[in-house]
């Protein structure tokens, strides 16, 4: 690793352990509540003039809120945009150390831990919302619960599956590839016969190469909640996969550009790539980052380990939670049922604001799941990730330390993925970081 980019690991990691360590003494509520609401306490609550401070970064969530406010109108919610994902972690804990807290927030799944090791969110199991399990995807359903805990209520998530392009394939005379066998070879044979990769797999986020290992089953993280991790890289899915990329890359037949910045988006344009290895909401992305390219892509599961018991991975999706501090914690577990638990709302958000959906019934809907996009040559994209979503594992977790995790990543893993030098060499390091920090912060690593 270069001393520019140790030094810059070295910095986050101080960053880090600073935040966390100003979080974990920050809140005097406690997570999780006793006992419930009864019903006649809810509806008190809802005919009592209040206002609930709402954080979120999903566009046009007002009008989600606005139905909300019509059904309640003695409530008022103030919605508040802190500028994006990481923006709103830093204010979040931030006011959590103050106390002056939002009633509810946005937070992503692959950072709720670090806010329930603090005892900043409010368990909702205790609300009755663990009745609402059945009715949510289980991978959705696992990122927020733990034993009979609830941290919140899913809002979307990001089945990952294949995005192709037709007619690079066509003349490549390659099939979409089902297997991860076929896609190896399909990898050579579009190179030889049209001069694109087959599809890049980027090194400025981990989230693409955590969605292949949580695919094959791979378990590199754990966390039981409390103060022990588990960090494993010498898996044997993780070594498969690894070494399935690695192999790749050194026979120069994928790209490694970082992704989702502008020369990513040209490449795409351009034809540069014959697939995306996309999440649920790159469908909509994609058309309005190629819109050139219209009428050329199709969508398709991921290449299979094994085609007789198809799996997928995640990339993204985010919970609405209720802050531990909360001053109106009833009104607020009730709007965070209504946004992502009332089927106008998750249908509003699914079709207008094109989050896909945890909430099964909404994915069942056919103003969501059978809708036909141009853009696709007349497919029902929605249909094809509704699938792949049922085939993600439940089991995946992750680090209560998530912010270190992805920039060690970009600094080890993804810095080799990117310059094209040894993948095994660089998840050593990112392993030997990950432990080491753990362990700084008072974990136990298993």
């Not at 638990?341 to 945890?358: M, W």
Request: charged share 20%.
């Amino acid at each position: 690793m270069s001393l520019k980019r140790r030094s810059a690991a070295l910095a986050a990691a101080a960053a880090l352990a600073l935040i966390l360590t100003g979080c974990a003494g920050g809140t005097t509520g406690g997570a999780k509540s006793s006992s419930g609401p009864s019903a006649d306490e809810i509806e008190k609550a809802l005919s009592t003039p209040t206002t609930i401070d709402f954080w979120s970064w999903v566009p046009d969530i007002q009008n989600e809120i606005d139905a909300f406010q019509k059904e309640h109108p003695a409530i008022t919610v103030k919605l508040q945009n802190q500028g994006g994902a990481t923006a709103q972690y830093q204010k979040l804990r931030a006011a959590i150390k103050s106390g002056d807290v939002p009633d509810v927030a946005q937070i992503e799944y692959s950072f709720l831990p670090s806010f329930t090791i603090t005892k900043s969110i409010l368990d909702l199991g205790a609300y009755g919302y663990g009745d609402y399990k059945k009715d949510y995807s289980p991978s959705a359903w696992a990122q927020v619960s733990s034993g009979d805990a609830v941290w919140g209520l899913p809002q979307d998530l990001g089945p990952t599956g294949l995005l192709y392009r037709t007619d690079l394939l066509e003349k490549a005379g390659v099939q979409p590839p089902t297997t991860w066998d076929e896609f190896a070879a399909a990898a050579k044979t579009v190179k030889e016969k049209t001069g694109s990769y087959i599809t890049d797999l980027p090194g400025n986020s981990f989230s693409p190469l955590l969605a292949l290992l949580w695919q094959a089953g791979a378990k590199p993280f754990g966390y039981d909640g409390d103060k022990t991790v588990t960090i494993d890289f010498d898996s044997a899915e993780v070594k498969k996969v690894v070494g399935y990329w690695d192999d790749l890359i050194k026979q120069d037949l994928i790209a490694t550009e970082p992704q989702l910045d502008d020369n990513w988006y040209q490449r795409m344009s351009r034809g540069d790539y014959a697939t995306w290895l996309a999440a649920a909401w790159g469908p909509v992305f994609l058309q309005g980052t190629a819109a050139n390219t219209s009428g050329l892509w199709r969508a398709a599961p991921l290449p299979q380990w094994d085609a007789a018991s198809p799996a997928s991975g995640n990339q993204g999706g985010s919970a609405d939670v209720v802050l531990a501090d909360s001053k109106h914690p009833i009104v607020a577990a009730e709007f965070v049922k209504f946004l992502n638990h009332d089927e106008a709302s998750t249908t509003k958000l699914a079709t207008e604001q094109f989050l896909f959906p945890s909430l099964v019934a909404t994915q069942k809907e056919s103003a969501f799941r059978d809708q036909k996009s141009d853009f696709y040559g007349g497919q029902a994209v929605n249909d094809v990730f509704v699938d792949i979503a049922g085939t993600v594992p439940s089991d995946w977790q992750w680090l209560p330390f998530n912010d270190y995790a992805s920039s060690s990543f970009k600094e080890t893993l993804g810095a080799a993925i990117t310059e094209r030098s040894d993948l095994f060499t660089a998840l050593d390091e990112w392993k030997s970081q990950l432990v080491d920090y753990a362990k700084q912060q008072g974990f136990t690593v298993k």
